[in-house]
């Protein structure tokens, strides 16, 4: 059964002319809204009954985060979850699981609220008029009912509908979005006054870029904001190169997981190892290794990892000879006063710097900070070009799409066999035609945020969060051009270039020009197409359905653990709430309120359709927010304005596809004229929302009196901030290797001995100091290897006993979910200064050499000489006489405010000598 075209490229070109013919849409429509709502039926029931006896799939959140942040309690019946979702208010919400949480089902149920008041308005105008006067022409008699539903036949005086509808769709979108406006504000103003915040140290804390290189010490940052406010409260540190730290640190995490991998594999079942030890390829441009060769997998990544420990700590005692960076903090002793400067400063650049609010340490991305201006505009540049090699390259499958999926009898045009088959089963292929082209453009849009938030990694985005709102613009613009642009108007494009290229062979191409009526083509292809959308748009109710199923997720810990060796840190990672995707959520929000706006004079059911799918979602997702989902990286709302800014755009479109269908019936000119000011009314709407709410939204304080400035505090509070917007390669810890516990007796076996007899005392964990206990279930090996294993038992294999470890704590929101955030100041209380927080129960000793009292301010790492102008003060650390559980103990009650500062970091001031911390 070959293709065999009839007539060749002219039958093929005559289809892409005309791709919607609509001979199966009511059939495609039935059948899509009954394999949608039939799936979105089953996939809520399986929800129902498997919810109760899977915590780990259906409820982190409830198992994991403390009892500040911890949902309602649900108890294990069928439908118990349905209360808590309906009862929780926004204020409890905020407090549970975030603003941005909050903000992303705020926006949901506006999206609700608006597509239900415009159904009711669009129902009871377009679909009586539409009928009317399509039966009064009598031209489209003999089509099916959704054709009945276009307004292909509404003419004359009919058409001022359109013009009144316009305006009332925009009064009400302005009315909506000022309305949640003031409450995002509030909601805003709720988080600066929170705990949390008030509690942090970013949250008075300045970040600085692109400063001159005369500039790049602690004194000169002073000097550069001493030239926006003159107070001298700020504690300021500039930012050193670390070389190649960062690349060091994720080639040995990368062996670690890969030799975890391995053991896991080898050590499957320990009674019964495989004949054959694995082996692997040694990495290229391994020092020890001229050419890649095949080895013992696991002597080789143990020694290597021990190679690269050792780079590490060389590097990190090197910091000191390295120059200082283009980018630094100031630190203040208030939040006020911190904002104060940020607001002045907004639209400032003290000597080419820019000076705004610093993100938490954790959301920063350091390798784009040193990157100058040039750099960076590089970087975006490219960022777009890829973008737009991407939609142009998507085009032509996506024309494809909407020419035979779309519509499958033009694929029998093409295909004598297959239009045999659809012949005989019509009602089969158009539940099929219903089904498959929405399908594969869903999959297809499932791997694009993956591909774009890859891209923007290199476009020079200083914060994770800011390069999340960067990739929801990025996939919206995407899904704008690919779908409304191409997908639906592809067909009257190609009408017109094949006019005026047949034209062209009589030698009249002017003619074919004027004559082509592009207008009345754009009207007909948007009626052609809307019973497309319509299908589209049915089948996203399975999709909010599938998602409160967690079906995926589940069969893929089920296979994961049946099927395949997942190590220890796998199956600790599959335990943990996962992040949510707020760039691929948004954008599907406001594509589909798009195509409902652009759509409604077409396809007047778009609008229920859509009202239907928020509805749906905003008790899906108020229940994976509560439940399941954590936000990785908070950024306290900050999605609103790129939100409003994208529906505006998307009413102004609505306008503009209204505006075209009013030319095209040339009916009156004072019509068209009446639609101009729309664009002057959503500009000034857009205007005012900004000079009236965001300052208030983004800066807690824009500016005190003189009597209140000289109230404020003159010495900045002791917060380490070296340490804190410190580069993370200075003083993170390294990941050790876990192994399951049944494997621990043949540890000794497996591990050949490759270097020093004296394990207990050569052993250290790969950071700048000697580890004196690494876990109360370390393994026992002597002679054998140099490299540590931390020994998990199968009770311990839940991200509950690892949840405060450096390596998993972004799985919690870093710390947030269990109020243990990385970036608190510290109690003003002194005691509570007395101890950093061990995440991985080892004692850390004072630096040799150091007096407590020849520093203030920041800690450093080993080696990590300050400039003269700034000298910190030591941290009193955690004796070492106190053992490691009576610390966890102390920990658990709350008596250690300053609760994971430094994770384990390296000692502080000068090193004395290297083998002290080796």
């Known amino acids: 059964m070959g293709i065999v075209p009839r007539d060749g490229t002219d039958q093929f070109l005559k289809l892409i002319q005309n791709p919607f013919n609509t001979s199966l849409s009511e059939k495609a429509f039935w059948s899509s809204f009954g394999y949608s709502f039939g799936a979105a039926l089953l996939f809520a029931l399986l929800f129902c009954i498997l919810r109760p006896y899977n915590g780990t799939v259906y409820a982190p959140r409830l198992k994991h985060a403390d009892e500040k942040h911890a949902p309602p309690p649900v108890d294990k019946g069928v439908f118990s979850w349905v209360s808590p979702v309906v009862k929780t208010r926004e204020q409890v919400l905020a407090e549970k699981i975030g603003v941005d949480a909050t903000l992303f089902l705020r926006f949901t149920k506006m999206s609700r609220n608006l597509m239900v008041v415009l159904s009711v308005i669009g129902l009871g105008v377009y679909i009586p008029l539409n009928l009317i006067q399509n039966t009064k022409n009598g031209a489209l008699d003999h089509t099916n009912v959704f054709i009945r539903l276009t307004p292909l036949g509404v003419w004359g005086a009919a058409c001022w509908a359109h013009v009144i509808v316009s305006y009332v769709f925009d009064i009400i979108i302005c009315l909506f979005i000022w309305w949640n406006y003031r409450a995002v504000t509030r909601l805003r103003r709720g988080y600066f006054d929170s705990p949390e915040y ?108 021990e190679r690269l420990k050792a780079d590490i700590v060389e590097k990190r005692k090197s910091v000191d000879q390295q120059k200082a960076l283009s980018y630094g903090f100031a630190s203040y002793p208030n939040i006020e006063e911190a904002h104060n400067v940020a607001y002045t400063a907004r639209n400032k650049h003290p000597q080419g710097t820019t000076i705004q609010l610093a993100p938490k340490p954790s959301d920063l991305i350091w390798e784009n900070l040193p990157l100058d201006r040039p750099r960076r505009r590089w970087g975006a540049f490219m960022n777009n070009f890829w973008v737009i090699v991407l939609t142009i390259v998507w085009t032509v499958p996506n024309a494809l799409i909407a020419v035979f999926l779309a519509n499958l009898s033009n694929l029998g045009s093409v295909w004598p066999a297959f239009s045999d088959q659809l012949l005989k089963n019509p009602k089969t292929w158009g539940a099929v035609q219903g089904i498959l082209a929405p399908l594969v453009t869903t999959l297809f849009y499932l791997v694009l945020p993956v591909i774009f938030r890859r891209l923007s990694a290199y476009a020079g985005d200083y914060s994770r969060t800011a390069r999340e709102r960067h990739v929801t613009q990025k996939l919206y613009a995407f899904f704008i051009f690919n779908n409304l642009i191409v997908f639906s108007l592809f067909s009257t494009a190609w009408k017109y270039v094949a006019a005026v290229m047949e ?416």
């Open 198 to 305: 008030q509690e942090s140290l970013h949250a008075r804390t300045l970040m600085l870029t692109d400063i001159p290189i005369t500039y790049r010490t602690d004194t000169g940052i002073s000097q550069i904001i001493d030239e926006v406010d003159s107070s001298g409260n700020e504690f300021s540190i500039v930012a050193r190169n670390v070389k190649g730290l960062p690349e060091l640190i994720e080639e040995h995490d990368e062996a670690v997981r890969e030799l975890e991998s391995i053991l896991a594999k080898y050590l499957k079942n320990p009674d019964k190892l495989p004949a054959k030890r694995p082996r692997c390829k040694t990495q290229k441009g391994d020092p020890c290794y001229s050419e890649v060769t095949k080895v013992d997998a696991i002597e080789y990544l143990t020694s290597r990892i």
């Open 503 to 918: 034209a062209e062979g009589d030698g009249d191409v002017w003619s074919a020009i004027v004559n082509s009526d592009p207008f009345g083509n754009l009207l007909t292809a948007f009626c052609d197409v809307s019973p497309f959308w319509l299908n589209y748009l049915l089948q996203r109710n399975f999709g909010a359905a599938l998602d409160l199923s967690q079906l995926l997720k589940l069969t893929k810990g089920y296979v994961t653990r049946k099927l395949f060796s997942p190590t220890p840190r796998e199956r600790i990672e599959l335990s943990a709430p996962p992040p949510f995707d707020y760039a691929a959520y948004y954008n599907n929000f406001l594509f589909y309120t798009t195509i409902a706006l652009v759509f409604a004079p077409f396809q007047p059911l778009v609008l229920p359709v859509t009202a239907l799918y928020f509805a749906l979602d905003v008790y899906t997702k108020s229940y994976l927010l509560l439940y399941v989902f954590v936000t990785k990286h908070e950024s306290g709302g900050t999605f609103w304005r790129v939100l409003v800014n994208r529906l505006l755009f998307a009413t102004l479109l609505a306008n503009v596809v209204t505006t075209i269908f009013i030319i095209a019936r040339r009916e009156s000119i004072t019509q068209v004229i009446l639609m101009i000011p729309l664009l002057a009314v959503i500009a000034a709407f857009k205007w005012y929302c900004r000079r009236t709410f965001d300052d208030e939204m983004y800066f807690y304080s824009k500016g005190l009196h003189r009597t209140d400035k000289e109230n404020l505090p003159t010495k900045p509070k002791n917060d380490r901030v070296a340490v804190r917007f410190g580069h993370p390669a200075l003083y993170k810890k390294l990941m050790v290797p876990l192994v399951h516990e049944k494997a621990n007796h043949i540890l000794n076996e497996i591990l050949r001995d490759q270097s020093d007899p004296n394990f207990e005392d050569a052993n250290h964990y790969g950071d700048t100091y000697r580890m004196q206990r690494l876990s109360t279930h370390r393994s026992q090996i002597d002679g054998t290897s140099n490299t540590a294993f931390e020994v998990v038992n199968e009770s311990q294999m839940n991200f509950e006993h690892f949840r405060d470890r450096e390596e998993f704590r972004e799985f919690g929101g870093d710390g947030d979910l269990f109020s243990n955030p990385s970036d608190r100041s510290r109690s003003s209380s002194p005691a509570a200064w007395q101890y950093s927080r061990s995440n991985s129960n080892m004692s850390m000793p004072l630096t040799d050499g150091v007096k407590e009292s020849e520093y203030e301010g920041a800690t450093y790492p080993t080696g990590y000489h300050p400039p003269s102008t700034f000298r910190p003060t030591p941290l009193t650390r955690q004796p070492s006489e106190m053992s490691a559980d009576q610390y966890h103990t102390l920990s658990r009650q709350g008596d250690l405010s300053d609760v994971n500062l430094l994770d384990d970091a390296a000692p502080l001031g000068k090193a004395t000598s290297s083998q002290s911390h080796i």
